[in-house]
């Protein structure tokens, strides 16, 4: 039996373990965290479970093949799924702009708000509407497949394309900017970050999926539904070796022999698959003897392939939302989080979510985008553990300062505050600059599809979110499933998704 060994036990490395075992290769999944997800997790904090992920998770439709392929993994296995009646409520001076998911109300509601911007807002739902008939490909990657195949293939994707020929080369903010109510053109500003000239199309193609009940919330959380892929794979047979960190790589003749491990344990296989950051790979495990030119370029040009992180503020609430929207997006006086002030907060809370907090208690938490110069600061204050401490507390008490204000009730009823920083998601993850997804996409860049070889070796290949920007967790699941295609191709089996 041919042996695979994979570096990162997140969710591609999980969809590569459950696949390669599948398809009768014995393998090990080497993660160097204690527990598996990568990413997709949660933390306890004194009786409160904070979610340190999934916002929505593309795949909650039923009978599509997305859905199929979650399922395949165990991810959604008996689970139920949380559908909000809108993604994001957002307010500006007295008016609340909401991303509902029935997109006739969306219409009706914004119609109401600003009647002069009837002819955006008709553009704009009809081309949500266009684009809920588009599905993720999850079949065959386009490197396996043959004309045929890849005619078939682009037809599927018309609606798609001729969306990305409209909105892809507008600018978010441009295409915010023309409409013309304030309290429009700032709900839809906020998506991305504004400095990343992300297009149009990133907020089209995501209301696209949550309208047609694709984007939804599996209830458990993040870190529930990567223990479950977990126990899929070890029914399966597969092995899990954690803590165990991948520190260098044994190489002869264009092949990876063997991976040395930070628990002195060294580990032999016929493949190896990196499902770790891709800096991971390139520089610590290969030091930068295989640097690949798509990924150099991008690292080398952050203005146009930009990275995002977040500081996330959680705290724990004695006391229901009950009146408040899932996630409300609200002014606020600015509070600095990294290298610049914010003035607006984004909360979401989980009442949805009865196990995430003692009996009539609420978890919230607020997530801040944090850019190429926040990353710095937390660099640079992060050599002090005791400045580091500090800033991390001073953030944690001006958001909740900041909360309080806008929902005074809440007032003395905080009982936890919790803060994680880029580095947080750098140490826990080795992501690279504290990144949660890869690059993100915009009107300047070109698109990466990778395939993950590695140019100059021949048994060793990158799988994860790296490989198709902007990243996201389906990608992790179809990157992982699609490394297993590869190498079963290699190995000239017929590759089993069942
Ligand atoms: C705050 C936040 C919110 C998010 N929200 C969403 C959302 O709503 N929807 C969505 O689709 N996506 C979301 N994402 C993104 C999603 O979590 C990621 O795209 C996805 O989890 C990436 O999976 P991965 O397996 O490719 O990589 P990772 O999750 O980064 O997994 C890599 C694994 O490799 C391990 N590792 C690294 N180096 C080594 C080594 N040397 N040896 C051994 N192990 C190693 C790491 O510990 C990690 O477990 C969010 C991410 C964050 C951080």
């Avoid at 040395?260 to 580990?267: L, M």
Wanted: aromatic residues 10%; charged residues 20%.
């Amino acid at each position: 039996m041919k042996k695979v060994v994979i570096i990162g036990g997140g969710v591609a490395g999980l969809s590569a373990g459950i696949f390669a075992q599948k398809n009768g290769f014995e393998s090990v999944i080497l993660e160097k965290h204690h527990t598996l997800g990568g990413e997709c997790t949660g933390w306890d904090r004194q009786g409160y479970h904070i979610d340190g992920c999934i916002h929505w998770l593309v795949g909650t439709k039923q009978g599509t093949p997305i859905n199929d392929l979650w399922k395949t993994v165990g991810a959604l296995d008996g689970v139920d799924v949380y559908q909000p009646d809108s993604f994001l409520t957002f307010e500006h001076n007295g008016t609340q702009v909401n991303f509902y998911r029935d997109l006739e109300r969306l219409k009706s509601s914004w119609l109401e708000i600003s009647p002069e911007d009837e002819e955006a807002i008709n553009d704009f739902c009809q081309a949500i509407e266009k684009l809920q008939s588009f599905e993720i490909p999850t079949g065959k990657p386009m490197d396996m497949m043959n004309v045929l195949e890849k005619v078939k293939f682009m037809l599927s994707m018309k609606d798609a394309g001729m969306i990305m020929q409209k909105y892809g080369k507008i600018s978010l903010l441009d295409y915010a900017n023309s409409f013309k109510h304030p309290a429009l053109s700032g709900a839809l500003a906020y998506f991305v970050p504004e400095d990343f000239g992300a297009s149009a199309s990133s907020i089209i193609f995501a209301m696209g999926s949550f309208t047609k009940g694709q984007a939804g919330i599996p209830l458990g959380g993040s870190r529930a539904l990567a223990l479950r892929m977990k126990e899929r794979y070890l029914s399966l047979g597969g092995v899990v070796e954690s803590p165990c960190e991948a520190t260098s790589l044994s190489i002869e003749n264009n092949k990876v022999t063997s991976v040395i491990c930070n628990n002195g344990k060294t580990f032999t296989a016929d493949y190896f698959i990196a499902a770790c950051d891709a800096k991971v790979l390139f520089e610590r495990l290969l030091k930068g003897e295989y640097n690949d030119p798509e990924f150099e370029k991008r690292y080398n040009n952050p203005t146009d392939y930009p990275l995002a992180s977040e500081v996330r503020i959680a705290l724990g609430y004695a006391g229901k939302m009950n009146e408040i929207p899932r996630t409300l997006r609200f002014p606020v006086a600015p509070v600095k989080v990294g290298a610049n002030a914010v003035d607006y907060l984004t909360l979401t809370h989980y009442d949805y979510e009865p196990g995430f907090a003692p009996e009539g208690h609420s978890v919230i938490t607020v997530s801040v985008n944090q850019e190429a110069a926040d990353y710095e600061v937390w660099q640079a204050l992060s050599q002090d553990k005791q400045a580091y401490r500090e800033e991390k507390g001073r953030i944690g008490e001006d958001v909740l300062q900041a909360i309080v204000t806008r929902l005074p009730h809440m007032e003395g009823k905080i009982k936890v505050l919790d803060v994680a920083t880029p580095k947080t998601f750098e140490s826990y993850c080795n992501a690279y600059r504290g990144s949660f997804m890869a690059f993100w996409p915009t009107v300047r860049s070109k698109e990466l599809a990778h395939t993950g070889q590695i140019k100059g070796l021949d048994n060793i290949v990158l799988s994860g979110q790296w490989l198709q920007p902007p990243g996201g967790l389906p990608t992790a699941l179809i990157t992982g499933k699609d490394t297993i295609m590869r190498i079963c191709k290699q190995e000239r089996k017929k590759f089993v998704l069942n």
